[in-house]
Nanobody
């Protein structure tokens, strides 16, 4: 599967952005999908994920209650809705695919290219 992330940009603190991750090749419904982020000088962090059938989601504590992941299997697309953004959310965001929601946290099968999110005060 090939993944293409988009939707990053510059936003003021408190604002919102929605990232998209379009899958091609094997349909995205065959995979659990997740989002990671990496800020300058920091390690890549797992933000959250969604299972193959959209019944389970997982979020890192740092984004819980502010971010929401959803998927549209008909469009082979996964979304990351980010609300109440903070400057510390500034990072390059990556989407990833894996066999299960648990596995994707450590060993994704595929990565998309990153999309930059910058949050300013």
């Amino acid at each position: 599967v090939q993944l293409q992330a988009s939707g990053g940009g510059l936003v003021q603190a408190g604002g919102s952005l929605r990232l998209s991750c379009a899958a091609s090749g094997r349909t995205s419904s065959s995979y659990a999908m997740g989002w990671f982020r990496q800020a300058p000088g920091k390690e890549r962090e797992f933000v959250g994920g969604i299972s193959r059938t959209p019944t389970s989601t997982y979020y890192a504590d740092s984004v819980k209650g502010r971010f929401a992941i959803s998927r549209d299997n008909a469009k082979n697309t996964v979304y990351l809705q980010m609300n109440s953004l903070k400057p510390e959310d500034t990072a390059v965001y990556y989407c990833a695919a894996g066999p299960t929601l648990l596995a994707i946290r450590t060993t994704p099968n595929a990565w998309g290219q990153g999309t930059q999110v910058t949050v300013f005060q």
